[in-house]
Antibody, heavy 119, light 107 residues
């Protein structure tokens, strides 16, 4: 059974940094692209970033480009999102998700971790 | 970037009704479209991928259709458990944008 467990969320001041993690199990982690999607309180889903199975190809939303960095450790089956220069508008639940085969869509999701950016 | 527009933004229907939600892409995406269901406080769940392929374990009352720019999610006979917000996502290219969501309620 695929399991994705996010951690690392919390309260951070504007301009600060935070790293959220996603521990994966139940599948061959290195064979699948992984994605971060966020959801601000009461709002819709927003795609944030996707990294290829090998970690060499990365994509970012314009809203986070230059501030967020996605990475993965395939030996430990962990997905990471380093978030710098955080803004109030980055406040959201951050979900990690596993890609469906060779597609961009995501077939398994974690429960999410809440990041709150506030002074 | 490709923009995704869903309609309606909310819908209310009776148990047993047929419900249709539409999603329009700002440019052609062939059949690269997914539909997700999200219940309050829960993570999204994949229902349909590649526009019309039913994800394993999803009830057969859900179906998807469309190609190019216009897509449809249909629930053939609405059940109480279907109360949720539904999102489409284009899976053709990055950034892989979502629609704004359609909130489905029971009358």
């Amino acid at each position: 059974e695929v399991q994705l467990l996010e951690s690392g969320g919390g309260l951070v001041q504007p301009g600060g940094s935070l790293r959220v993690s996603c521990a994966a199990s139940g599948f061959t982690f290195s064979s699948y692209a992984m994605t971060w999607v966020r959801q601000a309180p009461g709002k819709g889903l927003e795609w944030v970033s996707t990294v290829s199975g090998g970690g060499g190809t990365k994509y970012y939303a314009d809203s986070v480009k230059g501030r967020f960095t996605v990475s993965r450790d395939n030996s430990k089956t962990i997905l990471l999102l380093q978030m710098n220069s955080l803004r109030v508008e980055d406040t959201a639940v951050y979900y990690c998700a596993k890609a469906l085969g060779g597609k961009i869509s995501s077939d398994s999701w974690g429960q999410g971790t809440l990041v709150t950016v506030s002074s | 970037d490709i923009q995704m527009t869903q309609s309606p933004s909310s819908v209310s229907a009776s148990v047993g009704d047929r419900v249709t939600i539409t999603c329009r892409a700002s440019q052609g995406i062939s059949s690269s479209l997914a539909w997700y269901q999200q219940k309050p406080g829960k993570a999204p769940k994949l229902l349909i991928y590649a526009a019309s392929s039913l994800q394993s374990g999803v009830p057969s009352r859900f179906s998807g259709s469309g190609f190019g720019t216009d897509f449809t999610l249909t629930i053939s006979s609405l059940q109480p458990d279907d109360v949720a917000t539904y999102y489409c996502q284009q899976a053709d290219s990055f950034p892989c944008s979502f629609g704004q969501g359609t909130k489905l309620e029971i009358k």
